[in-house]
């Protein structure tokens, strides 16, 4: 039995160290709360949480705390402050809190010299600190280890008992923060009023869904968008030889960057014209498609702490999420051979370097109560397939109330590519109504 989550230090809420103008919202309190290193004890030492409070502005009409869990592994919660306007819209009457993971953030990191604010790059890691970085994980393997899924999932329950307050309690998680939330309720069971699940991840009992097989998904989403006459054009051109992409987007592969297209509906819709023209010779539209994306990219992290947290993504993702510890770059280019669209993470998880850590007797299994759950997942998401999630439905229904409820055409973080979806969906599951089983996002 792991040691009770209780915190050995916390502080309320108060002023915090960075400040954030988010849409909708008077300024943020933040709180810091210090928790054992490795919940198991097998590690001494402690980490510092951070967290940052969004209070309603109404106190009169405050019904409770919404818990917004984010992805990566490796995203911090200032991921979700450019949206705060949405789930404000989502959850009327609830204080929003953001943790920031172990590892993300304003919390403990990895690397805390290189992934300090006062450092080369600031929260990201400049290419003269990777080696330093790399190195002191090495140095120091077992504190390395311990920044595992199961002591962030004691993280969160902690986390969650420490600051609650009256009124209703419910956990938001997307992506990867779906694994997390769905630890969180094997090695703890926090009093909960429910849980919405976004862009959830396969079982993990099922490594056909891992990352190291993130091409296929990426090619299949993909394919499914282009007519067969725009796949016979994009193979043709693919197969000429004249890249003439290359003076737009530089010597990388279009096709990854096709891939990644298909995380921004907007620009997923551009994805067969820019196919017909680049066949014809053009590259126009392609110029101000590679305009669009940085400019997405930037309003998805505008923030200093937006950073994700690279040295985290290697180690739970090569740790946890790979079931393929022997891929090299040879088995990743045979694997997208034949791709139209392709992932990067296949080729970082084969290049990865960390002293990964053994997956524990919670991998694979599920919780044996779950409190009323919502699921929603977007049918073209290139990130966790709509078929895992649907499987990953079936088995947590045997654990509790849960209610699936499908976005067609979404794409990955609906409140961010589909918010209208999302706030339908979310506002009537929080008031017990009827959830919608299906939104056209298209």
């Not at 989550?5 to 160290?17: H, I, M, Y």
């Not at 960057?257 to 023209?277: A, Q, V």
């Not at 997956?359 to 779950?370: A, E, S, T």
Request: charged content about 20%; glycine content about 8%.
């Amino acid at each position: 039995m792991a040691l009770l989550a209780n915190p050995l230090q916390a502080d309320s809420f108060g002023p915090c160290d960075l400040e954030v103008n988010a849409s909708g919202f008077s300024s943020s309190t933040c709180a810091k709360s210090e928790l054992p290193l490795d919940y198991e004890g097998h590690v001494a030492g402690n980490v510092e949480l951070a967290i940052r409070k969004f209070t309603v502005e109404d106190s009169d009409k405050r019904r409770g705390q919404l818990w917004l869990i984010h992805g990566g592994p490796g995203e911090p919660g200032a991921g979700f402050y450019p949206f705060i306007d949405v789930f404000r819209a989502a959850f009327e009457g609830f204080d929003l809190i953001i943790p920031d993971h172990r590892g993300t953030g304003e919390s403990t990191r990895l690397c805390p010299a290189e992934e300090s604010l006062e450092s080369e790059a600031g929260y990201a890691l400049a290419n003269s600190e990777w080696g330093s970085c790399i190195g002191s994980m090495f140095a120091n393997p077992e504190r390395t280890k311990a920044f595992s899924i199961s002591n962030a999932a004691h993280d969160l329950a902690a986390l969650i008992e420490q600051y609650r307050e009256p009124g209703e309690v419910y956990v938001y998680a997307v992506s990867y923060g779906t694994q997390l939330t769905l630890r969180m309720m094997q090695v703890s069971e926090p009093k909960l009023d429910g849980i919405i699940l976004d862009g959830i991840i396969p079982p993990e009992s099922m490594p056909e869904w891992d990352l190291s097989f993130r091409t296929a998904l990426v090619d299949d989403v993909g394919r499914s968008i282009l007519s067969e006459q725009s796949i016979e054009q994009y193979q043709q051109l693919l197969a000429s030889g004249i890249n003439i992409w290359q003076d737009v987007i530089g010597p990388g592969d279009i096709r990854q960057f096709m891939g990644t297209l298909l995380s921004f509906p907007e620009l997923r819709k551009r994805i067969p014209d820019l196919i017909n023209e680049l066949a014809e010779g053009h590259t126009g539209l392609l110029t101000d498609t590679v305009t669009a994306l940085k400019e997405a990219h930037q309003r998805l992290a505008p923030y200093p702490q937006s950073e994700p947290s690279i040295p985290l993504v290697m180690l739970i993702s090569g740790s946890e999420n790979n079931s393929r510890r022997d891929l090299n770059a040879e088995t990743v280019a045979a694997e997208a051979k034949d791709a139209l669209f392709i992932h990067p993470l296949p080729g970082l998880l084969a290049s990865a370097s960390a002293p990964f850590y053994d997956r524990d007797d919670y991998f694979g299994q599920l919780p044996k109560r779950m409190p009323r759950t919502l699921i929603i997942h977007g049918t073209l998401d290139p990130s966790t397939p709509y078929e895992g999630a649907r499987l990953h439905a079936d088995l947590l229904s045997k654990a509790g109330d849960l209610r699936f409820s499908t976005v067609i055409g979404g794409a990955h973080f609906l409140p961010v590519v589909a918010p209208g979806c999302f706030i339908e969906a979310a506002s009537a599951f929080v008031s017990t109504g009827e959830v919608p089983e299906h939104c056209d996002s298209l």
